[in-house]
């Protein structure tokens, strides 16, 4: 979400503004100081942790160590520890302030863009490609924090790669503010998991980058209608699908949830916390009250054909994290109609579950993914 308004500062003797963009809809920094080389890290770190930004005028590479060491100097700081007889739910909420505390005070290291998402620094990368890419055609010079342009920039990077998918034997390219599918687990178990019989239709519910939908196609089902209501998913879906010759197979529509009809097989992925999103990626991770898990089930028996699966593809983590129990997903199955024909479980393999330095090991170290085979009642 782009926010509209100004930034301000004084310079050279004189108040000055521009347009301010937040792609996480932070508001605009009210203490604005103008910095360049000179500054010290220790400056800049303190000066930001007290909620002062600073528009850079320097070396643009140097802006970069800057940010570094601001950052190195963020997590050398002890962080605060959920009480000794606090549960897993409580340290997820002090994580979670740290890193949103976090990304507060490195986001006041500010640049300058003018017309053609030029940055007028010394040293300054080309960055228009990647601008375009994230927010359009520009509307005029504006101020944004060097760490959302370091996020354009990696973004555009994942977006020329590509993610490897084992699963597809093919590329996947991630669009900035869609998740990347870098976690091939859940993307293995819609490729491992039985199909039902007779399955020539199949809805794809937040699709995302289109992944899930290219296997289903891949696995031989003539027709897939993949939803989001995201235009850069949409965007993104679209133009991957496109890459890999499905595009005459999968139709993508914009929809909340489902689409209209009925189908022998509704894949949904939903996002797997319970908590507000903070950002356009988090909202891959971040489900807030499970609205989307809770409309997917919900709606489920209402667009599966007689025989038809529902597949819900779910982590567990927000059980470890004390988000949510078992006994309340279940109960939602049994409230909506459904029934459990099976369930596939994977592992994960991210890095992340052997970090014993992790805020949140224990629960990732335990954390399951698991596709469940639901039908109606």
């Not at 342009?149 to 994942?158: K, Q």
């Not at 797997?272 to 903070?278: D, L, N």
């Not at 089930?297 to 038809?308: D, F, Q, R």
Request: positive net charge.
């Amino acid at each position: 979400m782009t926010v509209p308004s100004s930034i301000c500062w004084t310079e050279d003797g004189e108040t000055r503004s521009a347009r301010w963009h937040s792609e996480s809809g932070t508001p605009p920094p009210r203490r604005v100081l103008v910095a360049d080389d000179r500054i010290t890290a220790d400056a800049a770190w303190r000066l930001a942790s007290e909620g002062t930004a600073l528009l850079w005028r320097g070396d643009f590479q140097n802006a970069r160590q800057l940010l570094q060491a601001m950052a190195r100097r963020i997590d050398r700081k002890p962080r605060k520890a959920a009480s000794a007889t606090a549960g897993p739910a409580e340290a997820f909420h002090l994580y979670r302030q740290a890193q949103s505390q976090r990304a507060r005070t490195l986001g006041m290291l500010l640049l300058p863009f003018e017309d053609e998402y030029r940055v007028p620094l010394r040293r300054a990368p080309d960055v228009r490609q990647a601008c375009n890419e994230a927010y359009g055609p520009q509307d005029g010079p504006f101020v944004a924090s060097l760490r959302e342009l370091m996020g354009l920039i990696g973004a555009h990077e994942w977006r020329k790669k590509g993610v490897a998918i084992a699963a597809l034997g093919e590329r996947i390219h991630p669009h900035y503010g869609v998740f990347a599918p870098i976690r091939g687990e859940y993307v293995g178990l819609v490729a491992a998991a039985p199909l039902p019989a007779a399955c020539a239709l199949a809805f794809d519910i937040g699709t995302g980058t289109g992944v899930l939908a290219a296997v289903l196609a891949q696995r031989g089902i003539a027709r897939i209608v993949a939803t989001d209501q995201d235009p850069r998913a949409l965007a993104c879906a679209s133009e991957n699908l496109a890459r890999l010759g499905l595009a005459a197979r999968v139709e993508v529509v914009p929809a909340d949830l489902f689409p209209p009809g009925r189908a022998p097989l509704v894949v949904c992925n939903p996002p797997w916390v319970p908590a507000r999103a903070s950002s356009p990626l988090e909202r891959a991770v971040y489900d807030p009250d499970s609205r989307m898990l809770m409309g997917f089930i919900k709606g489920l028996a209402a667009h599966l054909e007689t025989g038809g699966e529902g597949w819900l593809v779910l982590s567990d983590l927000a059980e470890h994290l004390g988000l949510r129990s078992r006994t309340e997903l279940l109960a939602a199955f049994d409230e909506a109609g459904l029934k459990l024909v099976g369930r596939l479980d994977a592992k994960p393999g991210h890095p992340r579950t052997a970090d014993t330095a992790d805020a949140l090991h224990a629960a990732r170290a335990a954390e399951l993914t698991s596709l469940w085979r639901l039908a109606v009642r």
